[in-house]
């Protein structure tokens, strides 16, 4: 009887291997994190940016660097954005396309979910879909991220305060039930709204849970009018902290920098990354005067194989790609480069050094205190 207890089976375990319990941890204790995920946003992405510019970057602002592993399970040292959120999210190698799911396919607990039930208000932001592959590996867990259906229905499950993204159609024209979602999440006292993106800037968010839909599937490149996601930098850290008092975890994704490096088009990627900037410049105005907000800024993988070629100067970079596009879709690939992560605030300075992807949720559920 004694040892009953070991067979207590876990659901949603968690496969984090625990950053050891530090003095500057516990003396540097954020009460907020705001992880930043700009897709496919490697160090030529970023340099791409900075040399667009005859201005300095915000990115250039954090003075804690450090550098991930971006590989998954998979024998493949090149990851995609659904195992690349899910290491982020639950500290778990998983293997290419899964969302919040552990190799083996069960379910792992995200850091999402371990602050919601710590009683932390809880946000998440993106210029995709709500349901693709990065936003939704904090909230679902799904064998495949191509069941955007399926990741809508999981928003059901948490206690989510805040979305800002597209994706509105799987919520409210699904083909695999006749369920609306945006009518269910109404019944649990949200508010759900907006249906484009211009629609943000006159809206007066109330008090209530929200989802703001800025699309009925993805939302434009920002070379082609959109410009939500630094209104949506500024609007979030601030709606959360009024929503507890013991604080909050909120994840903003650039997520189409990834998009330009798979299209091969450097004026994409450059008109991203430094939207991307714009975002993490707001967030930095919020954390300094909060002063008990981590700031953490990373990609999930490098993508393109994206290089600045000679022949470029300031405010007009020739850009490379690596001969990996992919036949069958027309696209460039990922790649397996090490990956650039920024930090800012209370805690940062555990983000120095180098290490492996999974160890940035292990650093933020050692911080958290969870
Ligand atoms: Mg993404
Ligand atoms: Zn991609």
Request: proline letters at 3%; one cysteine or more.
């Amino acid at each position: 009887m004694k040892y009953l207890f070991l067979l207590v089976p876990v659901l949603l375990a968690s496969c984090a291997s625990g950053l050891k319990t530090h003095t500057d941890v516990d003396a540097q204790k954020p009460k907020n994190i705001i992880l930043m995920i700009g897709d496919g946003m490697g160090l030529s992405q970023i340099s791409a940016g900075l040399y667009s510019k005859t201005t300095a970057l915000h990115l250039e602002e954090f003075n804690v660097i450090g550098l991930h592993k971006s590989y998954p399970a998979d024998k493949d040292l090149v990851t995609d954005s659904a195992a690349g959120a899910t290491a982020f999210s639950c500290g778990c190698k998983t293997y290419n396309a899964a969302v919040g799911v552990k190799a083996d396919t069960t379910p792992c607990k995200t850091i999402l979910e371990f602050a919601e039930e710590n009683g932390l208000a809880t946000g998440l932001v993106a210029t995709c879909s709500i349901e693709h592959a990065t936003p939704a590996s904090f909230v679902a867990h799904v064998k495949h991220r191509d069941k955007y259906e399926d990741i809508a229905a999981y928003f059901l499950k948490t206690d989510v305060d805040l979305l800002i993204g597209g994706g509105k159609k799987y919520f409210e024209r699904r083909s695999s039930d006749s369920r609306n979602l945006s009518e269910e999440l109404r019944k649990k006292g949200y508010e759900v709204t907006g249906s484009t993106e211009n629609e943000l800037k006159d809206y007066r968010f109330k008090e209530r849970n929200t989802v703001f839909f800025t699309a009925e599937d993805h939302p434009l490149p920002a070379d082609q009018g959109r410009d939500y996601l630094p209104l949506a930098g500024k609007i979030a850290p601030r709606f959360l902290k009024k929503k507890s008092d013991k604080g909050f975890f909120l994840m903003i994704e650039g997520s189409q920098i990834d998009w330009g490096g798979h299209a091969g088009k450097t004026d994409y990627i450059v008109s991203e990354m430094n939207d991307f900037d714009k975002t993490i410049g707001e967030v930095l105005e919020f954390a300094r005067k909060d002063k008990q907000t981590l700031v953490i800024v990373t990609a999930d993988h490098e993508t393109g194989g994206f290089a600045i070629l000679t022949g470029s100067t300031r405010g007009n970079i020739k850009g490379g790609f690596a001969d990996i596009k992919d036949p069958k879709t027309d696209s460039y690939h990922h790649t397996g480069t090490l990956i650039p992560v920024f930090a800012y605030g209370p805690g940062a300075a555990q983000f120095a050094g180098i290490y492996e992807n999974t160890a940035i949720f292990d650093k933020m559920k050692a911080l958290f205190g969870f």
